[in-house]
Structure formats: structure tokens, C-alpha cells
């Protein structure tokens, strides 16, 4: 059974910083790519950022570029999302995701939310103005 468990979410300042951790266990597959999204209230879940398995390949959405960095620690199997100078337009709702990419494959683009099967319960961050 997929396991998918996000922390590090809570009420943060404007222009303070946020590191979500994500540690995901219990799929079958050995390539996969790990990504961050996120849904503000009343918005659609849109694509953060993700890193593939693979090759430690990043890529981010074109609406956060540079702005928040993913990065992962295999030794302790799990994904961070790191963002300096958080806005209050930052609130959300942070979840991570496990997508299966294709055997010594790296990744290209976010991965659409339509194909994400398996989720975690997602963190609720919120920047207070």
C-alpha cells in the first residue's frame, strides 16, 4: 500500500520561508518521480515541482520558477519543497505525489494532475499578511 505523508505545513509570515517534507513508501514500481502541488481555496491543484528517481532530474512549473527549490535525501527517502519570501497568495494546501515514469526514464515537464493516482494527505500552509 502507497504511503504518502507530508509535513511542515502551519501559519508562516509574510516574507518568511517554508520547508515541506514528504516521505512516500510502499509503492511497487522502481522508477518514479516525486512532486509537489498545490491547491490555493477556490482554485484548481496546479503542479509545484517534481524530481524523478532516476536521475535526480528537477523540473518546476512556469508560474514558481525560481522560486521554490525541491530536493530529496535517499537516505531518509524524502522530498523537500523549500520557499523563501512567502507571500500571502502562497496559502494552500501543499500535497505530494508519487508518479511512475517509464524504466531509467528522467522526467520533462510536471506531471497533469488528471494522471496522479496516488496522494498524500496534503499540509496546509498559511501566510499571514
Known amino acids: 500500500e502507497v504511503q504518502i505523508v507530508e509535513s511542515g505545513g502551519g501559519l508562516v509570515q509574510d516574507g518568511g520561508s517554508l520547508r515541506l517534507s514528504c516521505a512516500a513508501s510502499?509503492?511497487?514500481?522502481?522508477?518514479?518521480?516525486i512532486g509537489w502541488f498545490r491547491q490555493a481555496p477556490g482554485k484548481g491543484r496546479e503542479g509545484v515541482a517534481c524530481?524523478?528517481?532516476?536521475?535526480?532530474?528537477?523540473v518546476y512549473s512556469d508560474s514558481v520558477k525560481d522560486r521554490f527549490t525541491i530536493s530529496s535525501d535517499d537516505a531518509k527517502s524524502t522530498v523537500y519543497l523549500r520557499r523563501n519570501s512567502l507571500k500571502p497568495e502562497n496559502t494552500a494546501v501543499y500535497y505530494c505525489?508519487?508518479?511512475?515514469?517509464?524504466?531509467?526514464?528522467?522526467?520533462?515537464?510536471?506531471?497533469?494532475?488528471?494522471?496522479?493516482?496516488?496522494w498524500g494527505q496534503g499540509t496546509q500552509v498559511t501566510v499571514s499578511s
Open positions: 505525489a508519487v508518479d511512475e515514469i517509464g524504466p531509467r526514464s528522467s522526467i520533462g515537464d510536471m506531471p497533469p494532475v488528471s494522471r496522479i493516482t496516488s
Open positions: 510502499g509503492f511497487t514500481f522502481d522508477d518514479y518521480a
Open positions: 524530481i524523478s528517481s532516476n536521475d535526480g532530474n528537477t
